[in-house]
């Protein structure tokens, strides 16, 4: 076993870092399933039903918002996501950084 195979194990035992994984799922998960679910009604609902047929104003129907709506949905998300990775970074960081200090005592 190299050492930084046993520096991983080591480290991922560490209750701080499994901590830092719950975050991070917690986070990702629900936004997941979100954006699947929208993405996955968007082919069902056009093509087994007629809900999106009707015209919402002058001459756009339906399909055309909901379709609109998951670019503006995937932008918000990758937003979202990208200023909470900010925030599993550091956390990640200072965690390596205190995993770093006590290797070198």
């Avoid at 925030?87 to 006590?102: Q, V």
């Amino acid at each position: 076993m190299s050492m930084a195979e046993h520096d991983f194990k080591r480290l991922a035992a560490d209750p701080k870092f499994k901590e830092l994984l719950k975050k991070r799922n917690s986070f990702i998960f629900p936004i997941s399933i979100f954006f699947i679910l929208a993405t996955l009604l968007f082919p069902v609902l056009t093509g087994y039903t007629n809900i999106l047929n009707n015209i919402a104003f002058w001459n756009i129907s339906w399909a055309w918002i909901y379709a609109l709506l998951l670019f503006i949905m995937v932008w918000t998300l990758v937003t979202l996501y990208m200023r909470k990775a900010k925030s599993f970074d550091k956390d990640a960081e200072e965690l390596l950084k205190a995993y770093r200090e006590e290797q070198n005592l």
